[in-house]
């Protein structure tokens, strides 16, 4: 309920969801292989899924193979208003960027997860929070009566929801969210890192930077928090055993049942609301993210833009306007 010039900033201006994503083609990639996998869903007597392997030497990596999936598919003609109008929606690895430095994935790893999975997607809804608009969009592939057929049932059916006098805003909390979030008697169970093993690691790190093997690191380490079956979000599973991946992040991954993650979501954007939280189910992954960060972003236009949290100037006597801070960021450094 953030009110102000500055609110669409700070909730976020749009909400993109991706419509039909168990039916959308999907690339998955695991860092070091030499092919990738496209999944296409097939349409016969029964549906089901069909998986190529694409050997990724012909296109010279898995991101020339993205490009070129991208130049045979471009997309025109779309409104420019809306941020999005369909295409990828998916996720990386921090463990996918080693590839292009140098450095060896670790050995080990816990889980079969790709590095890379991406789903094209040609169905998706843009709500635009400041205008109070709804974008309702497919890429033109299909026939046309078929294309303006789903957008009409899409609208009316989006239609009742509007004229309910801003449920979306004013929305009571459901029953498990308010559970959840109260969490009575059953309190979960919480693992943090171990001090002295924290410190070790933090001295190594010193040490690296000593040595000038980097001038910067980012040490992360996990949290697990597990609910305990009396709690409303596992009716649905076993305890949920959540790690997080980064000390400076919000990302969560857990095994989670499709019910349980979607309330613990809505749990989330209730009680802690950010412009880049997210819920992404593709593949044999489940990611919940709260995020205040943008990382990264690229128009249409070519224009990138990176906004991390990192890095910042502390306010000061010296910095307390616009004016003097902008001064700052025409320093090459910053």
């Known amino acids: 309920h953030i009110q ?21 083609i999907r690339i998955e990639y695991h860092a070091t292989d030499k092919w990738a996998r496209v999944c296409r869903l097939c349409v016969d007597d029964c549906l089901s899924y069909t998986d190529e392997k694409v050997n990724l030497k012909a296109f010279g ?4 193979l993205l490009a ?16 999005f109008w369909g295409g990828f929606m ?88 308010v559970d959840f979030i109260r969490n009575g008697a059953a309190r979960p169970s919480v693992s943090i890192p171990n001090n002295k093993a924290y410190e070790l690691k ?29 709690d409303p979000l596992c009716r649905y599973n076993f305890p949920i055993n959540i790690t997080k991946h980064k000390t400076s992040g919000h990302a969560l991954t857990a095994k989670l ?12 954007r209730l009680r802690n609301p950010a412009p880049f939280a997210s819920i992404i189910r593709l ?13 990264l972003s690229w128009s249409s236009g070519g224009k990138c833009s990176l906004r991390p949290m990192k890095g910042t100037v502390k306010k000061s006597p010296q910095v307390s306007t616009l004016a003097q801070a902008e001064a ?3 320093i090459p450094k910053e």
């Open 4 to 24: 102000g010039p500055g609110a669409a900033a700070v909730r976020g201006r749009y909400s993109i969801i991706a419509l039909d994503v168990d039916n959308a």
């Open 61 to 64: 990596g898995i991101w020339p």
């Open 68 to 83: 070129d999936f991208l130049e045979k598919r471009r997309i025109t003609d779309g409104n420019e208003l809306s941020p």
């Open 90 to 177: 998916g996720y990386t690895t921090y463990e996918l960027g080693l590839e292009e430095i140098g450095v060896e994935t670790i050995a080990g790893r816990v889980h079969t997860r790709p590095d890379l999975c991406f789903a094209w997607i040609t169905r998706s809804l843009v709500l635009d929070h400041l205008e109070k608009k709804i974008y309702v969009q497919q890429l033109r592939g299909a026939e046309l009566r078929r294309l303006n057929s789903w957008l009409d049932e899409t609208v009316s059916l989006l239609k009742p929801l509007l004229s309910t006098s801003n449920r979306y805003s004013r929305r009571r909390s459901s029953k498990s969210e």
């Open 202 to 230: 933090v001295r190594a790190c010193q040490e690296q930077i000593r040595r000038g093997e980097s001038y910067e690191l980012c040490l992360t380490d996990q949290t697990e928090i597990a609910l305990p079956r009396t």
């Open 257 to 268: 049942s499709r019910t349980t993650a979607w309330s613990l979501y809505r749990s989330l």
């Open 283 to 295: 593949g044999p992954a489940t990611f919940i993210s709260s995020s205040p960060e943008r990382f």
């Open 328 to 330: 700052l960021l025409q």
